[in-house]
């Protein structure tokens, strides 16, 4: 038979809230996968690009603002950010803890934290053209997510 779900609550079909624990739909259902002993570079590696890119975007939004105006667009901090997503993507921890590629995504979590590393560098020293170069030919390797705003 079928009915709505008020039908299915007057007809007792419907229990009461499970609360359920935190975990993951990984192997243990434990964040294994994610943050266990194998991937324990990966965590840290992220913890330090995520830190570092949004020190340098802060920063760098910061000084293209204007009282009373909004925040103009800075291709520049979009791109760290990109790549800073690309750095923490959960796919490179889940392929190093299933041993599937282990040695390609160690290499492009790497990568990409370079880039990251490599235009906050840059601007965060001064070196804005520069920041734009690499911003630039990082983007033409992996143009991604074209929307990113770092403005959040």
Do not use: C
Request: hydrophobic fraction near 40%; charged fraction near 25%.
């Amino acid at each position: 038979r079928v009915g709505t779900l008020a039908d299915a609550k007057a007809g007792g079909f419907v229990g009461a809230p499970v609360e359920l624990p935190p975990s993951s739909w990984g192997s243990g259902k434990n964040w294994q996968v994610w943050n266990g002993e194998k991937v324990a570079d990966l965590v840290q590696l992220n913890s330090e690009v995520v830190d570092g890119a949004l020190s340098t975007v802060d920063k760098a939004l910061t000084q293209h603002a204007a009282v009373g105006a909004p925040t103009p667009r800075d291709r520049v901090a979009d791109q760290i950010l990109r790549e800073t997503l690309l750095t923490v993507s959960s796919d490179w921890p889940f392929m190093v803890s299933k041993d599937s590629a282990a040695d390609y995504a160690r290499y492009r979590a790497h990568l990409h934290a370079h880039a990251t590393r490599e235009i906050s560098d840059a601007l965060a020293s001064g070196r804005r053209d520069h920041a734009e170069r690499l911003a630039d030919g990082w983007n033409k390797a992996d143009g991604l997510f074209g929307a990113l705003d770092a403005r959040r």
